[in-house]
């Protein structure tokens, strides 16, 4: 099986990706996390963490 000629493929605009580079990580959009209150609970390393939003829509994450 032959491999296609590289000078043949349609021009892109976007950069080929390097290798050593991590892709973006996932986004979460605070809305979803919100749903159902104003904090939800994160488990991380055996510990319980607690990230609240406040009445003025900030973002406040304690152990």
């Known amino acids: 099986m ?5 000078r043949n493929a349609p021009a892109t605009s976007e950069a080929p990706a390097r290798r050593d580079e991590q892709p973006a990580p ?6 979803a996390l919100f749903r159902h209150g104003n904090e939800v609970l994160i488990e991380h390393g055996g510990e319980t963490y607690r990230l609240r939003l406040t009445r003025q829509n900030r973002l406040i994450l304690t152990k």
């Open 2 to 6: 032959r491999r296609p000629d590289p």
């Open 26 to 31: 996932p986004r979460l959009h605070a809305a």
